[in-house]
């Protein structure tokens, strides 16, 4: 089974198939100068494509290309029975590339085959899906007025959206804010990350494919600091929709107030608290769940529930637990589809991973298990998966988000500390309760400062559900319908009647 992805894999990379030039209005273009960045697979450090380095002027193209779609309505002025087919298309020809997309989202960031091919295709499929379905399904509304008037509240889109992106699910991520964006009648320049840019650029072949219009999505690899930035301060802009690092959310907020106050919608990092009280029925659900939550997708998940705060009298027991899971989770060879951990996506994250672990032995934490490099023979970059017990609430593990495999445990004797230690955070994405009492468990629930919080489980989750965080964690909302509102405009239209 391995053999078969890699020599895919091979096959790829041999006969120069990928093609890492920009999309814009319909055609693969390179940028500016012809200037591209080298792509580099995590997993073992091979080139797999250049990929064009996009520009101010390519983002201005783009940009150009989009407000032109927009302004002459060839999507937003579709039948909505119509863009609802298109949109449909679109995610029924994602799954139909299911093999290829999860393999070069594989070879570009490092995680292993089965999630590329069980969890990031299909739920990108679903996002496109399910905002498609809501098209026509969503009205607009009329006010209460006196007889003589009549008070329309309609929903427009707002014209041309900037989607800019991370790493880590670069397809769910792209489809989370094209959804929305889309189905409400927008245009979209997608920007993915330097460091996977190569399913959001067949995102672009295959929307046309499906019968979008030229022009309604393109797609400008590149840095952050030079494409990302150029789109965040483009004047024709009307909103970006972010998903990033809360420094480069905070840098948006001050590209809006440089340029045109465009709407900014943050989606930024986690520190998520996993609480387990001496009152759980469910201590080993809970602790698969937290080592799933933690090492799945070799940690770099917003929301890794990466401190574990442990009532004292389980916790020695809950931790051993734990340290004996962890055991599942080796790194292997992400094209092996019985691999669970894969590569991190770089060296440079990989060199971020290992500085933390460091400044958690300095601080005096105690390394459980793991702690190390992994499969540095391969030339890709893997990390062993980490459980730190010992960890005080000041320590830097503690607070900052690491985005690996690394998990800080804290305990506590009340109820009342518990959340202390939750709340006690910049961050606030989500967080877990495990309590076998109902009323522990609301009041915790209610008391937590976070925009989702799990009670007695961790893993359930759905499109039709907001996603986003309290405090510095963001103040955008990805997917439900209430991301549907983020990318319109409320226009009212009074009417004597
Ligand atoms: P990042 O902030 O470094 O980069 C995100 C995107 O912004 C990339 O496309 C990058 O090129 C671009 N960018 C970087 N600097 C920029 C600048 N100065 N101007 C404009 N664009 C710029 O984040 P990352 O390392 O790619 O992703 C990891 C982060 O994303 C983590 O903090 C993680 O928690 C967060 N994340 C949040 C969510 C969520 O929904 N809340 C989901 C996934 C990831």
């Not at 990929?51 to 940009?63: L, N």
């Not at 300095?362 to 990390?383: I, P, R, W």
């Amino acid at each position: 089974q391995a053999r078969i992805w890699h020599d895919r894999a091979q096959a790829l990379t041999d006969d120069r198939r990928l093609d890492g030039r920009a999309w814009i209005n319909g055609q693969r273009v390179a940028a500016r100068d012809a200037q591209t960045f080298e792509c580099r697979s995590p997993i073992d450090g091979r080139l797999l494509v250049p990929v064009a380095r996009g520009q101010a002027a390519d983002i201005d193209a783009a940009v150009q290309g989009a407000r032109q779609a927009f302004n002459d309505r060839r999507w937003a002025g579709k039948a909505p029975a119509i863009r609802k087919r298109i949109l449909l298309r679109f995610a029924e020809l994602i799954n139909q590339h299911k093999d290829e997309l999860a393999l070069l989202e594989t070879l570009d960031m490092g995680k292993p085959i089965q999630h590329s091919l069980g969890v990031d295709v299909p739920a990108a499929a679903r996002a496109i899906a399910w905002y498609a379905e809501a098209i026509d399904k969503v009205y607009d509304e009329v006010a209460p007025t006196a007889d003589s008037a009549l008070a329309l509240i309609q929903r427009e889109p707002m014209g041309v959206i900037g989607a800019i992106v991370p790493w880590n699910y670069p397809l769910i991520m792209a489809a989370w804010k094209l959804g929305p964006a889309l189905a409400t009648g927008n245009s979209v320049v997608l920007k993915p990350s330097e460091k996977s840019p190569l399913t959001a650029l067949r995102l672009g072949e295959l929307a046309q494919k499906a019968g979008l219009p030229d022009g309604v999505l393109q797609v400008v690899p590149g840095f952050g600091h030079e494409a990302g930035e150029a789109l965040a301060l483009h004047m024709d802009v009307d909103a970006i929709g972010f998903t990033g690092s809360t420094r480069v959310g905070r840098a948006m907020l001050g590209y809006a107030g440089q340029s045109n106050l465009k709407r900014v919608f943050n989606e930024l990092g986690g520190k998520s608290a996993f609480i387990v009280f001496d009152d759980s029925d469910a201590i080993e659900r809970a602790v698969d769940a937290v080592a799933t939550g933690i090492f799945f997708n070799q940690g770099e998940s917003c929301n890794a529930p990466s401190r574990l705060l442990l009532h004292r009298g389980i916790a020695d027991d809950f931790v051993k637990a734990v340290v004996a899971r962890a055991a599942r989770w080796q790194p292997g060879d992400p094209l092996n589809p019985r691999t669970q951990m894969g590569a991190l996506v770089d060296e440079g994250q990989l060199r971020t991973v290992l500085g933390y672990i460091d400044s958690a032995r300095e601080q005096g934490a105690h390394c459980l298990t793991g702690g190390e490099q992994a499969l540095a023979d391969t030339g890709g970059f893997y990390v062993q998966p980490t459980v730190f017990d010992q960890v005080q609430p000041g320590m830097r593990i503690a607070q900052e988000e690491i985005f690996g495999p690394v998990l800080s445990v804290l305990r506590f004797d009340t109820e009342a500390e518990a959340l202390a230690l939750a709340n006690g955070s910049s961050y606030g994405l989500q967080a877990s309760v495990w309590s076998a009492h109902i009323d522990r468990a609301h009041r915790v629930a209610r008391a937590l400062r976070a925009g989702t919080v799990h009670v007695n489980q961790y893993d359930e989750d759905d499109i039709t559900v907001p996603f986003g965080g309290y405090k510095q964690s963001g103040n955008g909302r990805d997917k439900s319908l209430h991301a549907l509102d983020k990318y319109t405009e409320l226009k009212t239209t009074w009417l004597r009647i």
